[in-house]
């Protein structure tokens, strides 16, 4: 008969066992599990955990990624000091703390797999929506940066402004975040996979610092927190909360989180997330467009308002200022992190999303016509 003291020794390697067989399942079954997990068990279950976490005025998330580098050191430090001076304790003292090591690295694991791993294999926001995703054409390419390029002219006239032309948001990050989970509101309204209440975004309090690792936000998966850089340019912070308010509801990968972006101008009468949003996708438009004709890009970029021109340039001059192989380490590891999550392009799957959006942009054409043809 096991003993009650066996199993609560095993439990963290049985269920990060259950773990991995739930992410199998989401790999090679996922017309089984992934029709109920995200919809049900993932869920509840982040928006219990984001709410328990919106509780505190601060990033828990940032609180522990400080806290364990620390941790670690001391540990380290404490099992160097008693073999110089205690050999008789080291041994005993080193058993425990891989052991221990071990079990909080199986609970590591557990909880990320529950909470994002799975989610990577989920039915794609483009499904929901019913596009019909195909290789990039240079043609359709260059339609869609002319077609994002007037949304995004039109959008940043109706933004507060100084007399210089600087932006000037008219929201505080709060108001920001209450915008983005209305807009997500409407938005689940037609396609009910969005819905869902997460209000643990957070303002990062060391954002500054984190602007060298060129992160303008993470969602942490171990709290349910959408962790915000507040120290970007204000007009792309509704954006980055929204991306990340996309992986929180189950919406891990990359493309999906900034289509969900976009497809949010349409849901809100506000002008200033408005102006964000398509801001953010006609950035990750006009640079693969750059990549793929030069010429055209900068034909394109004559057409941009000046006040449009004032936010790209103040964009790219405030991140000049965080060129450092900490950015170059924190891009590796970021391109590491998505491959393994079975985003075979990894950073790259940031520019996928450029598809997606020429795939909108066909059904909207392909909708007008239709209409037309109707009337």
């Keep these: 008969m096991i003993k009650r003291t066996q199993i609560v020794k095993y439990l963290p390697f049985i269920v990060l066992s259950i773990s991995v067989l739930l992410k199998v399942i989401a790999v090679y079954l996922p017309n089984i599990l992934c029709y109920i997990y995200p919809l049900w068990v993932y869920k509840f279950v982040s928006q219990s955990f984001s709410f328990l976490f919106s509780l505190l005025p601060f990033s828990f998330a940032e609180l522990l990624l400080l806290l364990l580098p620390m941790w670690c050191l001391y540990r380290l430090g404490k099992g160097l000091y008693l073999w110089l001076s205690h050999k008789a304790y080291a041994g005993t003292y080193w058993r425990d703390v891989w052991r221990r090591s071990w079990v909080f690295t199986c609970c590591l694991l557990s909880v990320f797999i529950l909470s994002a791993g799975v989610n990577y294999h989920r039915t794609p926001l483009s499904d929901y929506v019913g596009l019909s995703v195909q290789q990039i054409e240079k043609e359709e390419l260059m339609q869609l940066c002319s077609y994002l390029s007037d949304l995004t002219n039109k959008s940043v006239q109706y933004t507060n402004r ?214």
């Excluded at 992986?247 to 497809?263: C, K």
């Excluded at 004032?310 to 950015?327: E, K």
């Design 162 to 375: 100084s007399r210089e032309g600087r932006f000037i948001s008219s929201h505080s990050f709060t108001r920001s975040r209450t915008l983005v989970g209305d807009a997500y509101d409407s938005l689940s309204q037609l396609y009910p996979a969005c819905k869902g209440r997460y209000p643990s975004s957070k303002p990062l309090i060391f954002s500054r610092w984190v602007s060298y690792t060129h992160i303008m936000g993470f969602f942490f998966p171990f709290t349910f927190e959408a962790n915000i850089n507040k120290d970007i340019p204000d007009f792309m912070i509704p954006a980055v909360i929204a991306h990340e308010q996309a992986h929180l509801r189950g919406f891990m990968r990359e493309e999906e989180a900034e289509y969900a972006v976009f497809l949010l101008a349409r849901f809100t009468d506000d002008a200033e997330l408005q102006y964000a949003f398509y801001l953010s996708s006609l950035m990750r438009a006009m640079n693969t467009l750059y990549s793929v004709d030069k010429e055209l890009y900068g034909a394109l970029v004559e057409n941009f308002s000046d006040l449009l021109m004032n936010d790209l340039n103040s964009y790219a001059d405030y991140w000049s200022a965080f060129r450092s192989p900490v950015g170059t380490l924190s891009q590796t590891v970021n391109d590491f992190y998505l491959k393994a999550n079975s985003q075979s392009e990894g950073v790259q799957s940031y520019s996928r999303v450029v598809a997606l959006l020429i795939a909108d942009f066909k059904k909207i054409q392909t909708n007008k016509i239709q209409e037309y043809e109707n009337d």
